[in-house]
């Protein structure tokens, strides 16, 4: 739903009257990077960041609200067993080290559970941050040239316009080859415009000493996030399940407890289908999350590898737009009143 929508749903009030119909059991946010906000004349994938301050707004309004902040066991558990007591979890993707220094401390202080979903190639130092790197050479470059379908495409990359459609036009298309070809055209690119991916992940991710003084904590659960960030959907069945399991392998190694609970890559209809909501329950996984938007309805006790959530995005930071999320209206005016989607 756009700005316009949301607002517009809030000045009815309608989400009030919906939300009998529409809040469900609970709701599982999902949060990217969590650091205090920087003036950047060109940062695309600042939808993906949100200010400590503001995640800390959102942890007084849902005790304002009333709501529980639980762990996924929990979570699950309330769902199983009918438990009328509405929850939210708060989960973040990646293993961000900025987790460990904005967004941690405030659960910590207020004793209040989170999950982290490690993908195990950024907490080893060389997982391919792609999205970062383009992000880089789009910034820097004046000209982009890249090999698409046998033929140069060149695209002018001086005024900021032109930077925001290269970055637009190449995420696109990097999002919707195969994930090989994805990594090879970065590597390329990352090379030609002497971007370091390898820095980038050391100085970005949580590395596996960072992530055992977390794991540490038992208001913590580490999740898996595959290794190397593929969209599992655009993989062969082997290489899925040797992303998932070998994730959830690597971690219990690492850390000394295998991980229940897996986060789909990207996590959106292109990225997570029925097929991969299968083999994550075949990997072993208690629950698995993606990025379609929704709450949890009781209904998902059948279907807890392939749960909704709720992303906490850079242009939304309102708690106008989370009072909306928690009344679930907009996913059930988006998702026509359809609970549960896993195709
Ligand atoms: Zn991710």
Redesign the pocket.
């Known amino acids: 739903m756009t700005k316009a929508a949301l607002t517009g749903l809030y000045r009815t009030g309608a989400h009030r009257l919906l939300a009998p119909y529409t809040q469900g059991a609970g709701v599982i946010f999902t949060l ?1 990077q969590v650091r205090p906000q920087q003036e950047r004349s060109f940062a695309p994938n600042r939808g993906f960041e949100i200010a400590p301050e503001f995640l800390e707004a959102m942890l007084d309004q849902v005790d304002d609200v009333g709501l529980d902040i639980v762990s996924l066991d929990e979570a699950v558990r309330r769902l199983r067993e009918d438990d009328a007591r509405r929850f939210v979890c708060f989960t973040f ?2 293993g961000y080290r900025d987790l460990a220094h904005h967004a941690y401390p405030l659960f910590q202080r207020r004793s209040l559970p989170l999950t982290v ?1 490690v ?1 195990t190639d950024y907490a080893s130092g060389w997982g391919e941050l792609w999205w970062l790197a383009l992000e880089e050479v789009v910034g820097k470059a004046r000209e982009i040239e890249l090999c698409r379908q046998g033929g140069l495409w060149r695209l002018p990359n001086v005024t900021a316009y032109e930077k925001r459609r290269s970055f637009e036009q190449i995420y696109e298309w990097l999002r919707s080859v195969d994930e090989a070809r994805q990594r090879q055209v970065i590597r390329a690119l990352a090379d030609t415009h002497e971007i370091d991916m390898s820095a980038d992940c050391h100085a970005l991710m949580m590395g596996w000493d960072d992530l055992r003084a977390l794991a540490a904590d038992p208001l913590v659960t580490i999740g898996a ?2 290794k190397a ?1 593929y969209a599992i959907s655009k993989l062969a069945p082997e290489k899925a399940i040797s992303e998932m399991e070998g994730s959830a392998n690597i971690i219990e190694r690492e850390l000394g407890t295998r991980p229940i609970h897996f ?1 789909f ?3 959106d209809e292109t990225a997570a289908r029925a097929r991969d909501f299968a083999l994550a329950k075949e990997a072993g996984f208690k629950t698995a999350v993606t990025t379609r938007r929704g709450v949890l309805f009781a209904a998902h006790r059948r279907y807890l590898t392939a749960l909704p959530r709720v992303s906490l995005a850079g242009d939304y930071q309102s708690l106008t737009y989370t009072a909306l999320y928690l009344s679930g209206a907009p996913f059930a005016l988006s998702n026509r009143f359809r609970e549960v989607s896993a195709a």
Do not use: M
């Open positions: 990217n993707d990646q979903y993908a996030h595959s960030h986060s890559p990207y996590g």
